[in-house]
């Protein structure tokens, strides 16, 4: 059964940092790309971030570009989501999820981050 | 990116049928057949319902279909039952290596 955990979430300031984890099982990680996609409270979906399984192609939406970096770790089965210069804007709760084709098959439960002073 | 346009409400009746739209430009839907549907009930985490505009994961029920003309998708809901409340997004792959979601479309069961 896949499973993907989210960690990392929590109460930030404006301008501070956060790193997201995601812990994957259940599936060949170090053959599957992966993307983090957000929802803000109450508002719909907008998707992040996406790498390619073997790291070689990340991409942004462009209101994280510079800010945001996703990575990962297929040794330890994890994704990464290191989050700088944070907005209030950026108060979300974060999915890490499959990549599948062009679209997202399998998602974490989500983890919150709150940008606030 | 510029967001999907979902209209932001749909219904119907037990049984019936309804179609959301999703309508984007050149850029994503029209340029590419990689749209895709989300169903989220309330609290829940997305599940994926159409992909590659047409295409049904396993254990989507066959209710659930997907079609595209030019640069918008739409998502057709067949046999209504009230477990299909739920709100519906749509996504497309875009220029550029993005992804664009429409806002959400909220479908009541009357």
């Known amino acids: 059964e896949v499973q993907l955990v989210e960690s990392g979430g929590g109460l930030v300031q404006p301008g501070g940092s956060l790193r997201l984890s995601c812990a994957a099982s259940?599936?060949?990680?170090?053959?599957?790309?992966m993307n983090w996609v957000r929802q803000a409270p109450g508002k719909g979906l907008e998707w992040v971030a996406y790498?390619?399984?073997?790291?070689?192609?990340?991409y942004y939406v462009d209101s994280v570009e510079g800010r945001f970096t996703i990575s990962r770790d297929n040794a330890e089965n994890s994704l990464y989501l290191q989050m700088n210069s944070l907005r209030v804007e950026d108060t979300a709760v974060y999915y890490c999820a499959t990549d599948y084709g062009f679209a997202w098959d399998h998602w974490g439960q989500g983890v919150l981050v709150t940008v606030s002073s | 990116q510029s967001a999907l346009t979902q209209p932001p409400s749909a219904s119907g009746s037990p049984g019936q049928s309804v179609t959301i739209s999703c309508t984007g430009t050149s850029s994503d839907v029209g340029g590419y057949n990689y749209v895709s549907w989300y169903q989220q009930h309330p609290g829940k985490v997305p599940k994926l319902m159409i992909y590659?505009?047409?295409r049904r994961p396993s254990g989507v029920p066959d209710r659930f279909s997907g079609s595209k003309s030019g640069s918008t998708a739409s998502l057709t809901v067949s046999g209504l039952q009230a477990e299909d409340e739920a709100d519906y997004y749509c996504?497309?792959?875009?220029?550029?290596?993005?992804?664009?979601f429409g806002g959400g479309t909220k479908l009541t069961v009357l």
């Open positions: 996504s497309s792959y875009a220029v550029s290596n993005k992804w664009v």
């Open positions: 790498i390619k399984h073997d790291e070689t192609e990340k």
């Open positions: 590659e505009v047409t």
């Open positions: 259940g599936f060949t990680f170090n053959f599957s790309s």
